[in-house]
């Protein structure tokens, strides 16, 4: 039998599904009451195991959902309690509940309770089934009219009522006998002799969903809806009657309309949530199937939100969300005037799909146009400042988008491919949107695939490290070594940095391996120096996410102690978009690695935006010039100035200058003549593993570098 277990503590939780499944339950455990009206709503449970202290809706309330539910009483519910105040257990069965355990949990009383719960239960089950089949006898009528969910009156000719059923009692609070033989105006109150007036059709022929208002013991007024049929005479009393299901409106419309809630919109926007997006894009593509119409799924991620939420708490972060939500949905709104035919129809539907993460189906365009139309349009309506608590925010967004037909035959892999291009165009800057392609297809698999193989290389050790000389440009002597992380996966070919370490910094898994980096690095440094080599200069590369990393600092020194090396013999990489990204959170880790005396460098010079004055803020004592000022230094006159410029100007800053990436003896010749300090490059050398960099420690020729064309 399935059972539905509600229970936050998970240790609790866990024991009880072992008690459970030990009796041959099929258990499905929810943490806490919201999840499991979910789940019920979607396929109901015949058995209920309901902890009464849940985080959230309380277990009382859970239970009175379930009751309120129009399959209300097929559930058998037990709650588990650590309470045995009386009042509470009264107040639990009150609520709908069956049966009560209390904690701890005693095994035999488990058994005996778990008996009577089975019984009870294959008692509703057989009665339910009954009713589905129609096929009661005279007996079992009232059976079903005991388990009928909805109230149940029947009335003679003359208006007196002739039994009811226990609905009528829980919903109007008057005991069976206090109604039955009495007048059911008592009940109907003046719409008794309007509806059921002697020459009314009713008593012929059946009637649906009357709206009527009845009154309850204590005078309240329930809405309920009336369905009823008339009995021949033979069949009830002499006279015949009128048999009539009140379905109670008031209550039930509450109930359903929260779980519905619950179910399909997002508490913090009331968006729609992802369950009723992707429902809406399957019917909104079965039809646009039908009709050979086109329609367009925007997947919208805004940039930088995690900053905000990091840096001024879930508060306002969560304000920014709705104040984003209602943004869209202006901006959806006004979709109308593209629409196909101008109508007021609106086509466009916001659904929040987690995170910071919404979608917008757009279903009544002609083409691609009309997307984009609609994604500028979000885009600059996002670009006007927030404003939340007083303080000016500014939240872009990335948007991809797929169409159909075209970019995904089900809502699961259109929805796919507009999250492969949200991807897409966020890695082509922020604020931005790119409609779907294949060959991004292609680069998301190929990422993805990365992604899986890149989990296990650290325990697999498929890491290894390569040094690449720097020179000093006038007398040529080493002065130090980059140190550059390689990848050969298992079985694979070895893949490339510049593929693998993107992947890893978004992935995070690059604060373990830039770890194994600085340890290997260190440890190698280490062994060089016990071998009698003069000590030289480590430089590792060091990723954004790292700066952002608060045991960073920890990690180096920890790494300096293990190989007792000296701080100014180890230099690390940090580039210039690393910094500017990441200015507050790493300002200060940077100062104190410097103040411990380890090198700092700014890597890729050039590439970013920052002026050397900005630069300044930083401890830094060297630059690198991009190797792509350098590969074309000899040619374009411009980037000669450049680089002549930017060493001039790092002299009077006291920074050193490396230039990188050279590889003709003509650039070597040009930067030595700038006056740039130190040189890097294939001309002087690839990349080499350990062995090989020895080699020219020791000054005993090739290095035997990467192979040819790998680097
Ligand atoms: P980068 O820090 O700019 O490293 C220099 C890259 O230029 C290296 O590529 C190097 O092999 C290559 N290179 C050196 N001399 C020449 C030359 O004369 N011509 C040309 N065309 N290229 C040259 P590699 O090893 O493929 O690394 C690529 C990037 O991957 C690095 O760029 C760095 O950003 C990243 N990376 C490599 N190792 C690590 C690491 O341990 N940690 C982090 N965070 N990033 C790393
Ligand atoms: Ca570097
Ligand atoms: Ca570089």
Known sequence: ????????????????????????????????????????????????????????????????????????????????????????????????????????????????????????????????????????????????????????????????????????????????????????????????????????????????????????????????????????????????????????????????????????????????????????????????????RSLALLFLDLDQFKHVNDTLGHQVGDRLLRDVSSRLIESVRLTDTVGRNGATAQSGTVSRFGGDEFTILLTDIDDANGASLVANRILSALAEPFEVDGRELYSGASIGIAMFPGDGNDAESLLQSADTAMYDAKSQGRSGFRFFTQPMNEAASKRLSIENRLRRALERDEFALHFQPLQASRTGALTGAEVLLRWHPTGGKPISPADFIPVAEETGLIVAIGEWVLREACRQAARWNRSGHPPIRISVNLSTRQLRDEALCETVFDCLREGDLDPSQLELEITETAVMQEYEASISALRRLAEAGIGLC?????????????????????????????????????????????????????????GEGVETTEQAELLTAQGCDELQGFLFSRPCPAAGFERLLTGSGDPKPDEEGSD
Not at 606 to 618: H, K, P, Q, V, W
């Open 602 to 658: 700014l890597d890729d010079f050039g590439t970013g935006y920052s002026s050397l004055a900005y630069i300044r803020r930083f401890p830094i004592e060297r630059i690198k010039i991009d190797q792509s000022f350098v590969s074309t230094i000899t040619e374009c006159r411009d980037d000669a100035i450049f680089s002549a410029a930017i060493i001039a100007m790092a002299h009077t800053l006291g920074l050193d200058v490396v």
């Open 1 to 292: 039998m399935r059972l539905l277990l509600v229970e936050d503590d998970s240790s609790t939780r866990r024991m009880l599904e072992g008690l459970f499944v030990g009796q041959g339950y099929e258990v499905t455990a929810c943490p806490n009451g919201e999840a499991a009206l979910v789940r019920h709503a979607e396929d109901p449970f015949p058995f209920i195991a309901l902890d009464l202290s849940l985080p959230g809706m309380s277990g009382l309330e859970v239970c009175r959902l379930i009751r309120a539910r129009r399959d209300g009483d097929r559930a058998y519910i037990l709650v588990i309690t650590s309470s045995t105040a009386p009042e509470r257990l009264q107040e639990t069965l009150a609520a709908g509940a069956n049966d009560y355990l209390v904690k701890p949990v005693s095994l035999d009383l488990l058994h005996v309770r778990l008996a009577v719960a089975n019984r009870h239960i294959h008692e509703v089950e057989r009665r339910f089934t009954l009713e589905e089949q129609n096929t009661a006898t005279r007996s079992e009528i009232s059976d079903i009219i005991r388990s009928i969910p909805d109230m149940l009156l029947v009335l003679d000719r003359s208006g007196r009522i002739l039994r009811t059923n226990q609905r009528v009692t829980e919903i109007l609070g008057y005991e069976q006998d206090e109604l039955v033989g009495g007048s059911a105006n008592r009940i109907f109150g003046p719409a008794f002799a309007e509806c059921f007036a002697s020459e009314s059709p009713k008593w012929e022929s059946p009637f649906h969903n009357l709206d009527i208002v009845l009154t309850a013991r204590d005078g309240r007024q329930i809405s309920v809806l009336v369905s009823g049929a008339p009995l021949r005479a033979s069949t009830e009393g002499s006279g015949g009657g009128i048999v009539c299901i009140a379905k109670d409106m008031s209550e039930r419309n509450r109930a359903e309309e929260r779980i519905r809630t619950l179910a399909f919109y997002d508490g913090l926007t009331g968006l729609p949530n992802r369950h009723l997006m992707q429902e809406r894009v399957r019917a909104a593509m079965a039809s646009a199937r039908k009709h050979g």
